[in-house]
Each structure stands twice: as structure tokens, then as C-alpha cells.
């Protein structure tokens, strides 16, 4: 019963979880690094950014997933998204964290400007945070919404109309399925090795037991052989006291 209340905890968590991958497209030939809030891509890096920080485009946006990941843990924690100059670069920041940094080199090619190019990127992490039922209801607190939004079917049928729902439930199964066959597996090996043990203790037992036979069957040959010299010293001792009374 208590593995079952805590499966349904665990899956409740799931679904009201933001849903945060770090992966990989191809854009115009070349393998970029891309970050996924709720299925959907949020950030594409295809500069290096701050040359004296990353080495490369992907060590940038592993920091980047990093920092948006942490943030989007916290209650309403990306919707605070501000963005402030810095010479020549554009900041996001959330209460002084800085999330992310957009250089000029990341607006090369497009025909947006720095500060236009990190508006963006804060606009689709908001735009993805609203896939997630829970962060509608943080918004809710902020903006009017309909009463009918604040039903209980209306809030458990909208978790239906997201893609996020059902990658989060294939996702927690999956997770579920790992768990059963690393169980499963664990089970066979430690079944496999005490049988292996008890099979190794038998096979001792048994030597063991041949070997007291074998003793015994010495010790009671060595027996025999002492009392059959025991008896043919008693018949020589008679025979030479007959000899002598003769």
C-alpha cells in the first residue's frame, strides 16, 4: 500500500513538472546545440558566446540547460526572467542569477539585434513555461482568468491538451519499466551467486563426509590388524610355555 501511494506521488510530480532537455539539431549543415522546455526548443546556441568562459558552443549551452533547470525548479522562478545591458552583451537575470548571456556573435546571420535576440529567447522560455498546467496556475495569481479555469475538470482536462502530459507519463514510465529491470536483474545475480555458494558447500560437505568414511575405514582396518597381531602373539606365548613344560 505505501509503494502504491508513493508511485502516485511520484507521478503527480511528474506531470506538474517543467520537462527540461538539452539536445541537438542540424542547422544549415552544422550540429547545434538546442535547449527544450516542454518539448519545445527555447534556445538554439550556435556561437560560443564569451570566448574567455566555454571552450565551446555546447559546454555554453550545457551551462546555460544547467542554470534554466535549478531556476525552473523554483515556484514562478523563470518568470522573473529581466534582461539588463552589459557593454556590449545582453543578460538575463533572476534576482541577480545570471541565466543567460547573448553577444553580439550570436546575431550574426539574423536580422535581429542583441537585445532583440535575448527578448526572444526569454519570450519562448515564457511561451513554453504555459504548456505546463502548474505554471498556469502560478499565473493565474497575477492575471484574471476565467472562474470555469479554476474547475477541477476543466484544469485535469487541460493536462490532456498538452504534448508535455504524455511525454511525462511515457517518460515516468519508462522510468518505472528501468526500475523493474534493475530490480529484476539484481534478483538473478544474487540468486545465481548463493547457489553458486550453496552448491560450493555441498560439494565440501561431501568431500567431507568421504573423507570421515576413508578414516574410518582406515581406523578400522588399523583395528583389525591389531587385534589379529594381538591374537597371534597370545598363541606363540602358549604354545612356547607348553614347550617349556614339556
Request: hydrophobic share 45%.
Amino acid at each position: 500500500m505505501k509503494q502504491i501511494i508513493l508511485i502516485l506521488v511520484l507521478f503527480q510530480v511528474s506531470i506538474f513538472s517543467n520537462v527540461f532537455q538539452l539536445s541537438t539539431i542540424v542547422d544549415n549543415q552544422q550540429l547545434i546545440p538546442v535547449i527544450k522546455i516542454n518539448g519545445q526548443i527555447v534556445i538554439k546556441v550556435k556561437d560560443v558566446g564569451t570566448k574567455q568562459v566555454f571552450s565551446s558552443s555546447f559546454e555554453r549551452s550545457e551551462k546555460i540547460f544547467q542554470s534554466l533547470k535549478q531556476l525552473g525548479n523554483e515556484s514562478a522562478g523563470l518568470n522573473r526572467i529581466r534582461i539588463r545591458r552589459n557593454k556590449a552583451d545582453y543578460v538575463a537575470y533572476v534576482d541577480n542569477i545570471e541565466v543567460y548571456r547573448v553577444t553580439p556573435s550570436d546575431v550574426i546571420g539574423s536580422e535581429l539585434t542583441v537585445y532583440q535576440m535575448a527578448s526572444l529567447w526569454r519570450e519562448n522560455i515564457l511561451d513554453a513555461l504555459k504548456n505546463n498546467p502548474s505554471v498556469l496556475s502560478s499565473a493565474k495569481e497575477n492575471v484574471d482568468l476565467p472562474d470555469i479555469a479554476s474547475t477541477p475538470l476543466i484544469s485535469f482536462l487541460s493536462i490532456f491538451s498538452n504534448n508535455s502530459f504524455f511525454v511525462m507519463v511515457v517518460q515516468f514510465t519508462v522510468f518505472i519499466l528501468i526500475q523493474v529491470c534493475a530490480i529484476f536483474f539484481t534478483f538473478q545475480y544474487l540468486n545465481r551467486r548463493y547457489k553458486l555458494m550453496f552448491e560450493e558447500f555441498h560439494k565440501r560437505l561431501k568431500k567431507f563426509h568421504n573423507t570421515q568414511i576413508r578414516d574410518k575405514n582406515m581406523i578400522a582396518s588399523l583395528e583389525s590388524k591389531v587385534a589379529d597381531l594381538t591374537s597371534r602373539v597370545d598363541v606363540r606365548s602358549s604354545d612356547n610355555v607348553s614347550n617349556l613344560n614339556g
